[in-house]
């Protein structure tokens, strides 16, 4: 079993929808979870990070973590073209191990 | 600007032919570290560095060397790359001893080995 699952897509959904992204995890060692955006030909940007379950919430942007299915999501309100990237969850072990690991990536398109 | 610049940006070489990637950061970060990103493999771990002079693999070393002689700099080196070294290749920078702290990732270098 892979430490992170995350489906590949692709995504497509019209602009103005909601959009949600998920990853599973095996590892219950994991605290930190992150969200990266990026976009085409560009480098992964951090999107969202959050400690532990729980929400946290950025403008049109949700992330959500649930430790005791091992899933996270990230929800994103009133979908906008420019927000047609691939999203790569990122989790790092508690203990200050810097090791990110990451998801394969969901790549979403949002049409107008 | 916070930034992490590696060069070049596309390259394209022949099989044996020794070439190394350039990165560098202008945060003071003390971890660095080099991906590879492949269509349905995602981001793996090349090597990493957690300060000067302190490297380590990744989960995907065979086949590529790192240095880290100054904090600001961690060149990737192919030493004799083979065409299945073709991907896109992402260097990356962080704090150390905050697994809050973002990673800060370059624009990425686009390696074709033929």
């Known amino acids: 079993q892979k430490e992170v699952e995350q489906d590949p897509g692709p995504l497509s959904v019209p602009e103005g929808a909601i959009v949600s992204l998920n990853c599973t995890y095996s590892?219950?060692?994991?605290?930190?979870f992150m969200w990266y955006r990026q976009y085409s030909r560009k480098g992964p940007e951090l999107l969202m990070y959050t400690y532990s379950s729980g929400n946290k919430e950025d403008g049109r942007f949700t992330a959500q973590v649930d430790k005791s299915s091992k899933y996270i999501s990230l929800f994103i309100r009133d979908s906008q073209p420019s927000d047609s990237a691939t999203y790569l969850c990122?989790?790092?072990?508690?203990?200050?191990?810097?090791?990110?690991?990451f998801g394969k990536g969901t790549k979403l398109t949002v049409n107008p | 600007e916070a930034q992490v610049t590696q060069n070049p940006r596309y390259l394209i070489t022949v099989t044996g032919k020794k070439l190394t990637v350039t990165c560098s950061q202008n945060?003071?970060?003390?971890?660095m570290s080099w991906y590879r990103q492949d269509p349905g493999l995602g981001l793996r771990q090349i090597y990493y560095s957690m300060n000067v002079e302190v490297t380590d693999k990744g989960d995907v070393p065979e086949g590529y060397k790192v240095s880290r002689k100054e904090k600001r700099n961690f060149p990737l080196i192919l030493e004799s790359p083979s065409p299945n070294q073709t991907s896109l290749y992402f260097c990356?920078?962080?704090?150390?001893?905050?697994?809050?702290?973002?990673?800060?990732f370059g624009q990425g270098t686009r390696l074709t080995v033929v």
């Open positions: 590892n219950s060692a994991f605290q930190y």
């Open positions: 990356a920078s962080s704090l150390v001893g905050s697994a809050e702290t973002e990673a800060f």
């Open positions: 945060m003071n970060h003390e971890y």
């Open positions: 990122a989790m790092i072990r508690q203990g200050g191990s810097e090791k990110l690991v």
